[in-house]
């Protein structure tokens, strides 16, 4: 058993294996209790902050949604009708919210702000996406490919497209439960250099293999899990065009995928863009477990919470 009272969630690297593996079991029990209608509000008489400086639709209402079905209260903060908008400090944000809550999502756009955050809470901050991470969402992945195939070992994931945060987060992921991760991504898009060094590091308690390369084909050869991403995420709205010239060779489409495993799976975080980082035959087609993922948004953030507060 292993105890996450009062921990930050801000990136996958901060947990022990045994300590992802906990999430993900408590996650799968969760799930069957919220199927069977039995009891498990284990949170009640407690807050959750929710402070969103981006838009989201799963993040939001199945964090929202866990809190309720565990007994707790959610508040959904906008970022612009905080004082935090008109320039009150993190540092005082996260004083004056630890008086009255006992937990802090934050979806932002800077890491940095996430970190400061939490230096200053005394409660648990919870990263529901920046431009650098989103581990909640590759709790989620990982609960999923649990569910799939049963286990991690000797199993291989593919993730083709942007080095972004899903692609950091996974990096994290499967070095921490053991799976092997190749990533294929656009010269000039690669994953952040810091990121694949830690990721490394993880690796090594585990013994899975990653590889960081540019051929798809590659990457996703074999591969027991297919996954992929936005060419252009929140914040890159200025870039959409130059990444769709850049990105094409990078779709997920049938051709692709006939180099993975025959039982492969697809996954996605949503949303997706048919016909631009994954076909509609891909994500609509028998192998895509993508409606499943974002189901696990909820039972693997329900373990996050009461593992966490
Ligand atoms: N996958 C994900 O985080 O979705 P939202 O942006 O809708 O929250
Ligand atoms: N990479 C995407 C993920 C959205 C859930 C983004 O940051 O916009």
């Known amino acids: 058993k292993v105890d996450l009272k ?3 969630l801000l990136s996958l690297h901060d ?3 045994d300590e992802v593996t906990a999430i993900i079991e408590l996650a799968g029990e969760l799930k069957e209790k919220q199927n069977f209608k039995i009891p498990h509000a284990c949170l009640q008489g407690k807050a959750l902050g929710l402070i969103f400086q981006k838009s989201s639709t799963r993040t939001r209402v199945s964090f929202e949604v866990a809190m309720y079905q565990l007994g707790g209260y959610p508040m959904f903060l906008n970022t612009n009708d905080l004082q935090l908008g008109r320039g009150e400090s993190i540092a005082d944000t996260a004083r004056v919210l630890s008086r009255y809550l006992d937990g802090i999502m934050i979806r932002t756009y800077s890491h940095a702000e996430v970190e400061e955050l939490a230096r200053y809470a005394t409660i648990p901050v919870i990263n529901g996406l920046t431009d650098l991470l989103h581990p909640c969402q590759i709790l989620a992945d990982l609960q999923t490919i649990k569910e799939r195939k049963g286990t991690f070992a000797g199993l291989k994931l593919a993730y083709v497209g942007d080095g972004n945060n899903i692609c950091h987060s996974l990096l994290f992921g499967c070095a921490k439960v053991g799976m092997d991760i190749s990533v294929a991504c656009p010269e000039g898009y690669m994953p952040d250099g810091e990121i694949i060094r830690l ?3 993880d690796t090594l308690l585990t013994g899975s293999k990653m590889e960081v390369l540019t051929d798809p084909v590659e990457a996703v050869s074999g591969a027991d899990v297919v996954v992929t991403d936005v060419w252009a995420s929140m914040g890159q709205e ?4 130059r990444r769709a010239g850049v990105f094409p ?6 051709k692709l995928v006939a180099h993975a495993a025959q039982d492969y799976i697809f996954l996605h975080c949503l949303p997706a863009h048919r016909g631009e980082e994954v076909s509609a035959e891909v ?4 192998h895509s477990a993508v409606w499943d993922e974002a189901e696990n948004r909820l039972h693997a953030q329900k373990a996050v919470l009461a593992l966490l507060l």
Do not use: L, T
């Open 15 to 17: 947990f022990s294996p």
């Open 199 to 201: 990721a490394r590091e």
């Open 238 to 241: 200025a870039e959409q065009n």
């Open 283 to 286: 994500i609509d087609g028998p």
């Open 249 to 254: 060779p990078y779709q997920v489409n049938e």
């Open 6 to 8: 009062g921990r930050d």
